[in-house]
């Protein structure tokens, strides 16, 4: 059975088209873990689904804080944890509430860039 692999990233941003960025990162890191035979569970696709409520509108933050409770479940339960970090090697806040959720493994943390140099 294939080890799990909780993907974490940003996934707001500033506008419509980072977000879109921001989810394909996440997505082709996703695939990459596939690759290394792993099984990925990568949030962002979820969110941008509109499972958790609209991704585009701007609500009371329902959506988010839905989003985040489903998304610390989810990393709970993970074998692995990889996370994008911004480009000044910071998480983002969601990405600090997953890790905090996560129970431990081996975690991977890089940059865009430095995942980029590994083949992502």
């Given at each position: 059975m294939r080890d799990t692999?909780?993907?974490?990233?940003?996934?707001?941003?500033?506008?419509?088209?980072?977000?879109?960025?921001?989810?394909?990162?996440?997505?082709?890191l996703g695939r990459f873990?596939?690759?290394q035979?792993?099984?990925p569970i990568v949030p962002h696709t979820l969110g941008a689904s509109?499972?958790?409520?609209?991704?585009?509108?701007q609500d009371d933050g329902t959506s988010?804080?839905?989003?985040?409770?489903?998304?610390?479940a989810l990393a709970a339960g993970c074998d692995r944890?990889?996370?994008?970090?911004?480009?000044?090697?910071?998480?983002?806040?969601?990405?600090?509430r997953e890790f905090k959720a996560w129970r431990g493994g081996l975690m991977v943390e890089r940059t865009w860039a430095?995942?980029?140099e590994v083949g992502v």
């Open positions: 692999v909780y993907i974490a990233g940003p996934y707001a941003a500033e506008t419509p088209e980072l977000i879109a960025q921001n989810i394909e990162r996440a997505e082709r873990a596939v690759a035979g792993l099984a509109g499972l958790y409520g609209s991704p585009t509108e988010r804080r839905l989003a985040l409770e489903c998304s610390e944890f990889w996370v994008i970090l911004r480009d000044d090697r910071t998480m983002s806040a969601g990405c600090q430095e995942w980029l």
